[in-house]
């Protein structure tokens, strides 16, 4: 099997520096032979203009032995959405919304710390391609402003196969860089189909389940280490979360996705936003 990289991205950070001190050294995740890696950010993307993501929030995740860093979407004014794999071993997360410069602290930036965590009762960390999803309840409501928004989340059967979507973060542009992306930046790749999926090859054919979807790795556009629980859109409704991808980030291949659609019964059963 190919080995698969989780977009996760560690930094051996302490939350307790000084919020614009960020710029630390990345730390790969836990490796698992034959099994899926952490990823890491944004390759060949755009800077984005500040705020053109309102609903997108980075996560700086404490853990026992270090700080990773993650992304996710802000889902109702009481919860994040994200990847299991990044809230799997927290002790607190720092999140931060309203953020355009992650390493700094902007006059738009709301910053809340949290130390609750539900994460899908089935997920699997030696099987990182099943049930990566969590929820992180904020410890007091957020507001809406002009740098902060909540994002509709999809629901229904469409597979959104060949369709354009978004997807941004902060994490790294390059697979020789260490530290996150100081400005969000972002890509529009296509969305594919998950039959073309497993066929690019052996590996992944391997691990695409129909609760996940993949874009295309065209021009070498994708995600990797940083990006890890951010939200992949269309038309500004949510439908998918970053998981996981190849371990070479710049190889062009796919990277994929949590199906949202595939969990809209347990986002209602855990949160208290409501399908419609």
Avoid at 70 to 75: D, F, M, N, V, W
Wanted: proline content about 4%; some cysteine.
């Amino acid at each position: 099997m190919m080995r698969l990289a989780i977009i996760f991205h560690i930094f051996s950070v302490v939350l307790g520096l000084p919020q614009n001190d960020f710029q630390t050294e990345f730390i790969h995740p836990k490796e698992r032979l034959d099994q899926l890696f952490s990823r890491k950010s944004i390759i060949n993307g755009n800077v984005a203009t500040p705020h053109q993501f309102p609903y997108q929030v980075g996560i700086f995740v404490k853990n026992p032995s270090q700080t990773d860093f993650c992304g996710g979407s802000l889902i109702s004014s009481n919860y994040v959405l994200t990847a299991a794999h990044c809230v799997d071993n927290a002790v607190e997360v720092t999140l931060i919304f309203g953020a355009h410069n992650i390493t700094i602290v902007e006059n738009t930036q709301v910053r809340l710390v949290s130390t609750e965590f539900i994460i899908h009762s089935e997920w699997d960390s030696d099987n990182f391609n099943k049930n990566d999803i969590a929820l992180i309840k904020l410890p007091n409501s957020i507001s809406e402003t002009t740098a902060i928004k909540i994002i509709t989340l999809a629901k229904g059967t469409d597979t959104y196969a060949e369709q354009s979507s978004v997807v941004a973060g902060w994490g790294i542009t390059a697979n020789s860089q260490s530290g996150v992306t100081p400005t969000l930046r972002y890509i529009t790749p296509y969305i594919i189909s998950n039959a073309d999926c497993k066929n690019v090859d052996s590996g992944y054919d391997a691990v695409i389940l129909d609760t996940l979807m993949c874009t295309s790795g065209e021009s070498n556009r994708g995600t990797c280490s940083g990006d890890s629980g951010g939200p992949l859109a269309v038309n500004g409704i949510q439908v998918g979360i970053v998981s996981f991808g190849s371990d070479d980030c710049e190889a062009g291949k796919p990277s994929v996705f949590t199906r949202v659609t595939k969990y809209a019964d347990w986002i209602m059963q855990n949160s208290d936003v409501q399908f419609i």
